[in-house]
């Protein structure tokens, strides 16, 4: 079983940036593909962004594209999600979310951060 928590979340201002961090244990995290999801008030939850197991690969929605880098440290166990000239429409609870490999089911999900962007 993984377990995976998130950190980072808070309120900041327009045009600000925010780290979000996903701390995985129960598995080694290079075994595992790794996902960012966002979920605001009223709508479906949303892919944000992945990264490969070996980080090599990062995939991301085009609303983010330029703005959010997707990282990881295998070393510490760590995913990071790096949030820059954040718009309020990226305010939403941030779910990090892991796979055994691409192309499948994200079988573990993290029980979220909340990221609130003031205009």
């Known amino acids: 079983q993984v377990q995976l928590v998130e950190s980072g979340g808070g309120l900041v201002q327009t045009g600000g940036s925010l780290r979000l961090s996903c701390a995985a244990s129960?598995?080694?995290?290079?075994?595992?593909?790794m996902g960012w999801f966002r979920q605001a008030p009223g709508k479906e939850r949303e892919f944000v962004a992945a990264?490969?197991?070996?980080?090599?690969?990062?995939y991301y929605v085009d609303s983010v594209k330029g703005r959010f880098t997707s990282s990881r440290d295998n070393a510490k166990n760590t995913v990071y999600l790096h949030m820059n000239s954040l718009k309020p429409e990226d305010s939403a609870v941030y779910y990090c979310a892991a796979r055994p490999a691409a192309g499948i089911g994200w079988a573990y999900w993290g029980q979220g951060t909340q990221v609130t962007v003031s205009s």
């Open positions: 129960g598995r080694t995290l290079s075994a595992l593909s």
């Open positions: 990264v490969s197991r070996t980080g090599d690969n990062t």
